[in-house]
């Protein structure tokens, strides 16, 4: 059982859009969000994290906003470009550093 | 260079055929951790490691175990693979368990169990 839900599957956006990427998790242990960025015959690579008493943590272009009670956090990438196009990941971890992943969104920015 | 190698990066072999693929990193991490990435399920925590000889399950441990006896290497071991275990893998170290940017992955390791 998932226990960190990821939406859309894919996103298709035309450059300079915005994309976003949501996430729902169910356990409220949870008390670290990152999201990784990971291209094709690569590993991923941590992209931007936040913690839950923050409801908001913006680097560059990307952009976590949180909402604790609704248990939801989202990827926001400001002025989508074609070198964003890879698959994102949002994670959720314990405080026993378990580290559970969403099933992954392929975003793709047309040029 | 800091980097997580892993060995091999593709594998083909039969079941119950015992394998290791190893991971090796040069950063002095403290922490060390085994992803399995199949399709639709994103990457799934198979072991995990704080220290040397300091490790506990993920989400999927089954049908795998780990060792580290040096800071620097965390094998994944398969003692009798399953076709269910054909995925890839991936290792990864960080200074601390989630903390900052300091999060490397490893390459992957393609592997198929006929």
Not at chain 2, 47 to 68: A, F
Request: aromatic residues 12%; positive net charge.
């Amino acid at each position: 059982q998932q226990q960190v839900k990821q939406s859309p599957q894919s996103l298709i956006v035309q450059k300079g859009g915005i994309s976003i990427i949501n996430c729902a998790y169910e356990n409220t242990a949870f008390d670290y969000f990152p999201w990784y960025q990971q291209f094709p015959g690569k590993g991923p690579a941590l992209l931007i994290a936040i913690r839950p008493d923050v409801s908001e943590k913006k680097e560059g272009r990307f952009t976590i906003s949180f909402n604790k009670s609704a248990k939801q956090f989202s990827l926001h990438i400001m002025d989508s470009q074609p070198g964003d196009s890879a698959t994102y990941f949002c994670a959720a971890r314990t405080s026993g550093s378990r580290l559970t992943f969403g099933e992954g969104t392929q975003l793709t920015v047309n040029p | 260079e800091a980097q997580v190698t892993q060995n091999p990066r593709y594998l083909i072999t039969v079941t119950g055929k015992k394998l290791t693929v190893t991971c090796s990193q040069n950063m002095n991490h403290e922490y060390m951790s085994w992803y399995r990435q199949d399709p639709g399920l994103g990457l799934r925590q198979i072991y995990y490691s704080m220290n040397v000889e300091v490790t506990d399950k993920g989400d999927v441990p089954e049908g795998y175990k780990v060792s580290r006896k040096e800071k620097r290497n965390f094998p994944l071991i398969l003692e009798s693979p399953s076709p269910n275990q054909t995925s890839l893998y991936f290792c990864a170290s960080s200074p601390r368990p989630t903390g900052g940017k300091a999060q490397y992955f490893g390459p992957g390791t393609r592997l198929l169990v006929l």
